[in-house]
């Protein structure tokens, strides 16, 4: 009973820490500023999901493309699918419009702000090309997270059936 002091009623421990006061609307409104890193490839994967939407063509191949990328990253690597993906975007159409669109969107993603890994390069081929074996690694986690997104939203916000 050594540890414990008797105070009034109650009894305390003599480490505890004096009680802190933190208004719920300031709280609030710190937490609605910051946003996770799951809340942002979201964000990001909806934008350029809505972009492709007006042209039913584009959008129900992006649809498709969207759901097989990830499956060929895995089984290829980032640098391989996204080589791919490139040149297949290549071209004139529907197709192209598809592929092109998944192409800019995992390069922006993996080369754009604090989130990117590559910030400072343009281009995502030359950046897998001249990162570490880190880096590839990153890329290959943070693009299928992404796709991940990509997929879902595609699923939700493009009706009709994909063409593969």
Do not use: C
């Not at 909806?46 to 498709?64: G, H, I, M, Q």
């Not at 071209?91 to 910030?119: C, D, F, M």
């Not at 030359?126 to 997270?145: K, L, P, S």
């Amino acid at each position: 009973m050594a540890k414990y002091k008797k105070q009034g009623s109650r009894k305390t421990s003599p480490a505890a820490a004096p009680s802190i006061s933190i208004s719920p609307r300031k709280s609030v409104e710190t937490a609605s500023r910051q946003q996770t890193i799951a809340q942002q490839r979201a964000g990001f994967a909806l934008k350029k999901v809505l972009a492709v939407t007006p042209d039913k063509e584009t959008a129900n191949r992006f649809k498709a493309y969207a759901n097989s990328l990830p499956a060929m990253i895995q089984t290829n690597g980032i640098g391989q699918a996204l080589a791919f993906a490139k040149m297949k975007g290549n071209g004139r159409g529907p197709e192209a419009s598809a592929w092109l669109a998944l192409y800019k969107a995992v390069s922006e993603w993996l080369t754009t702000g604090e989130r990117g890994i590559w910030p400072a390069q343009q281009d995502v081929m030359e950046a897998i090309v001249a990162g570490d074996q880190y880096q590839y690694q990153r890329a290959h986690a943070e693009a299928q997270a992404l796709l991940s997104w990509i997929k879902q939203f595609a699923r939700a916000e493009i009706a009709g059936d994909s063409h593969e």
